[in-house]
């Protein structure tokens, strides 16, 4: 079986695809709905799955450009962030991964309060998957993938699309520097023994 996501390549929300391999048997989520041989209930979104249709069609003719293009603007935002957030590491680099995604986790911060302030800024981010959403638990992939234990509440995930830009990569390197310096300064004032200092503000603003 296969579960497709119409969103992630810019079909309308709400519309996706099951693929199921012919001599699979599955029970049927909602009995009803002869027309769909029994497998749901309801009436087709038909705008929908000829949007769906469209948009695949779409992406495979502009997968290679489109990769390309995000994987410049991942590895843009990558580098500048590391450089300006001197306790950042990146989650899964020189690996085998998506173009348009960076996983890049921030010592002793929790990634929840970064979300809020980002959103602030303007900042679409999130800290894992749409299905783990308010779960306040580290992400089972991260434990998975052996991230030690004091940078697993500050993933933060940045996804792009073909229609993001480098200036958008720049606005968002301007104001997540400053997010981490906050966030990390309340994370060493609240430790005992003071036994991290608080990040210079002159090594970030240096940094940028």
């Known amino acids: 079986m296969l579960t497709i996501s119409g969103h992630k390549f810019h079909a309308p929300k709400g519309i996706g695809a099951l693929y199921v391999r012919r001599g699979i048997a599955f029970p049927p989520f909602m009995i009803g709905g002869h027309q769909e041989r029994n497998r749901r209930a309801g009436t087709e979104n038909v705008a929908g799955i000829v949007g769906i249709g469209e948009a695949a069609e779409i992406a495979l003719a ?12 991942r590895d843009r935002l990558e580098a500048l962030l590391l450089a300006a957030c001197p306790e950042s590491r990146v989650n899964g680099r020189n690996q085998e991964r998506l173009p348009n995604t960076l996983n890049i986790s921030f010592r002793y911060l929790e990634g929840e309060s970064m979300l809020v302030l980002l959103d602030q800024q303007g900042i679409c981010a999130s800290t894992g998957s749409a299905c783990t959403a308010g779960s ?14 004091d940078w697993l509440q500050g993933a933060v995930r940045f996804s792009l699309s073909r229609f993001n ?21 309340l994370s060493a004032l609240g430790r005992l023994g003071g036994q991290r ?8 603003a240096g940094a940028r």
């Open 165 to 185: 830009s480098e200036a958008e990569v720049n606005y968002v390197n301007e104001k997540v520097p400053a997010i981490v310096q906050r966030l990390q300064g």
């Open 62 to 73: 502009r997968m290679a450009a489109d990769s390309e293009h995000e994987r410049k603007l």
């Open 136 to 149: 306040a638990e580290p992400s089972h992939v991260l434990r998975a993938m052996d991230v030690p234990a």
């Open 197 to 204: 200092r608080p990040p210079d503000v002159r090594s970030v």
